[in-house]
């Protein structure tokens, strides 16, 4: 477990990261817990990434004012879900964040949610329409207990409760995995690449794919060198242009011009304005 304290001129960060059980680590990739106060208030951008998003908010609830999805009003959440999506969503804060954030992957989807990627596309939805009572389960009884391994642990056991109870249910079909894997996971795959390797042709690739995860494989890879690109411009002493060439962007401009699309904004505007630390940047 990775556990991060930090105190700026600004405000103190508190956090840790694990891994989940072995036995959910295919469906969870992280477990995130995080404490923030003494922020300036303003507005935190929830950018694009390969997985899907779980919250549980020990504190306020998240206050969602402007969502990925096209027709989705702003909300409040107590803990949500969110699938995939290329567009960022807009989050309120008065300076203060407390809760715990899950990764969970495509397969993650459907064996601990319930539902493919796809139903949940770009909507932010309550957690307790997905998981019912566990969900209200997980919320009081991580409240009530202290230390981020203990409330990690819970996790643990709820999670693999689901999981046990849904082996007999659908299982994400093994070759779109597989897709998803080879466009996420090696930077600069072509379509055609993995289409050929499954013996399908690109149109029959794009239609399973998207019907699954709810985005095209063309999509998918470039949510993934967004959020390579992301994870170098945390670092304060990463240039743009070297970003841009480490990650696969033709160019720097190229790079600027995936970020107005993904973000709204550009690179360097998004390190200007992001004052919340994170926790994966202690082993960044």
């Not at 064996?111 to 019912?132: I, M, Q, R």
Request: contains cysteine; neutral net charge.
């Amino acid at each position: 477990m990775i556990v991060a304290r930090s105190s700026t001129v600004v405000g103190i960060s508190d956090g840790a990261r694990q891994r989940p059980a072995p036995l959910l680590q295919p469906y969870v990739r992280w477990y995130e817990g995080y404490r923030l106060t003494g922020f300036p208030p303003g507005q935190h951008l929830g950018l694009s990434s390969p997985d899907l998003t779980v919250v549980l908010s020990l504190d306020r609830p998240v206050d969602i004012t402007r969502a990925a999805a096209p027709g989705q009003q702003p909300g409040r959440f107590t803990a949500l879900a969110s699938g995939l999506t290329t567009s960022a969503v807009t989050i309120a804060h008065d300076g203060n964040q407390h809760g715990i954030q899950l990764a969970l992957t495509p397969a993650g989807a459907r064996a601990l949610l319930g539902v493919p990627t796809s139903a949940l596309g770009a909507w932010v939805v309550e957690l307790d329409d997905l998981l019912g009572p566990d969900a209200q389960e997980l919320l009081e009884r991580i409240a009530a207990t202290p230390g981020w391994q203990e409330r990690f642990a819970v996790l643990d056991g709820v999670l693999t409760r689901r999981l046990l109870e849904a082996r007999d249910t659908a299982q994400m079909d093994a070759r779109v995995a597989h897709a998803w894997q080879q466009l996420v996971a090696r930077p600069g795959t072509a379509v055609r690449d993995v289409a050929d390797d499954l013996g399908w042709s690109r149109r029959y690739l794009t239609a399973r794919f998207t019907a699954e995860l709810g985005i095209t494989p063309k999509e998918s890879a470039r949510i993934a060198r967004f959020d390579r690109s992301k994870a170098m411009l945390r670092r304060p002493a990463a240039r743009l242009s070297e970003v841009a060439v480490q990650c696969g962007f033709y160019d720097q401009s190229h790079l600027a011009r995936e970020w107005r699309e993904f973000a709204g904004v550009p690179p360097s505007r998004w390190r200007q304005d992001e004052v919340f630390p994170f926790v994966q940047d202690s082993d960044a």
